[in-house]
C-alpha cells in the first residue's frame, strides 16, 4: 500500500492557484487541495493523509474526512513536519510505501530518515495536472461512445451522483 502524507500549507503556498486563493480566502485553499487530493486518491489508489499546522485554526487537534481523504489539523505547539514525521514513522512497514509531499527541505531530509520518499510540491503539481488530464480525456472518450442517458437528470440530481462518486456523503 502507498501512503501519501501531504503538508497542507507548505503545498498551498507552493501552487500558484492555491497561493492565489489563499491570499482571498484560506479556507477555500485548503478546500481546493483537499478536492484535488481526493482526485489524486482516486485515480492512484493512494491513501491520502493532509496535514495542516494549528496555528492558523486554533483550538485542539482535529481530525477528519473529506472526499474520503483525512484531514489533520494538528495540537496546538505542534508542527505539520512534525506530525508527519510522526506518521511516517507510525505507519511505515514491509507492506507500506511512504510518499511525502512537501518542499521544506529539512523535513525532506527527516522523512528519508525514515524510510518515506519525497513528492516536491512542483513534482506533486506536474503529476495532479497529468492525473487531471488523462481523466479529462478518459471521459471525452465515454461521452463520445455512448449514447445520452436515456433517463434526463436535472443539475442537481447530477451534482448529488458526483458527491456520490467522490465519496461525500
Known amino acids: 500500500m502507498d501512503i ?3 503538508d497542507g500549507y507548505n503545498i498551498i503556498g507552493a501552487w500558484p492557484e492555491l497561493t492565489q486563493l489563499k491570499s482571498k480566502e484560506l ?14 486518491q482516486a485515480y492512484t489508489g493512494y491513501r ?9 485554526v486554533q483550538g485542539t ?39 511525502v509531499a512537501t518542499s521544506d527541505f ?27 488530464k488523462k481523466i479529462e480525456k478518459k471521459v471525452k472518450g465515454i461521452q463520445e461512445k455512448r449514447p445520452a442517458s436515456k433517463i434526463p437528470l436535472t443539475n442537481e440530481i447530477a451534482e448529488i451522483f458526483e458527491k456520490w462518486r467522490r465519496g461525500d456523503k
Open 4 to 6: 501519501l502524507l501531504v
Open 61 to 99: 487537534e482535529k481530525k477528519f474526512r473529506n472526499y474520503k481523504v483525512e484531514v489533520i489539523f494538528t495540537k496546538e505547539n505542534e508542527t505539520a513536519d512534525e506530525r508527519i514525521e510522526k506518521l511516517a514513522i507510525k505507519l511505515n512497514n514491509r507492506r507500506t510505501q511512504i510518499h
Open 106 to 132: 529539512t523535513e525532506q531530509w527527516a522523512i528519508f530518515g525514515q524510510g518515506a520518499l519525497r513528492k516536491s510540491a512542483r513534482e506533486l503539481l506536474t503529476e495532479i495536472n497529468m492525473i487531471e
Open 27 to 40: 479556507s477555500a485553499a485548503r478546500d481546493l487541495l483537499v478536492e484535488k487530493m481526493a482526485e489524486y
Open 48 to 56: 491520502v493523509i493532509v496535514v495542516f499546522d494549528a496555528h492558523y
